[in-house]
């Protein structure tokens, strides 16, 4: 469930970037790039796949992969390539990604307890 914001800076192809406040919602998937956006840095579908929304209704969107840059740490991570209407959303892959989770006590991302055993 999104409960905060963060800006953050995509970077696509030859290098342009643009900046979005995300909505942070750990119970999506990926993060969705508004279509304006993704299309401003040159972003290309890599495939298509079928989404379930909150009201149960589907929904086909292409996913792609940029670079993300956030004042907690960047890295490389898959995008949904938002359409008309479709807002910013910060989505778990890209927190775990990241190396980050959202406490939702606090409404801030905070660094992954890491585990290896």
């Avoid at 942070?24 to 972003?43: C, E, N």
């Avoid at 009201?55 to 740490?73: A, F, N």
Wanted: aromatic share 6%; net charge positive; with cysteine.
């Amino acid at each position: 469930m999104g409960i905060t914001y963060v800006k953050g800076v995509i970077t696509g192809a030859k290098k342009r970037k643009a900046t979005i406040e995300f909505l942070v919602d750990s119970g999506a998937i990926y993060t969705l790039v508004p279509q304006k956006k993704w299309k401003a840095i040159g972003l290309k579908p890599k495939r298509k796949i079928t989404f379930t929304l909150a009201d149960g209704t589907h929904v086909d969107r292409h996913v792609s992969e940029c670079h993300i840059r956030l004042p907690q740490g960047e890295g490389h991570t898959p995008v949904i390539l938002g359409e008309p209407g479709d807002e910013p959303i910060l989505g778990a892959v890209t927190l775990e990604m990241l190396g980050l989770i959202l406490n939702p006590f606090t409404r801030m991302l905070e660094p992954m307890r890491m585990m290896l055993a």
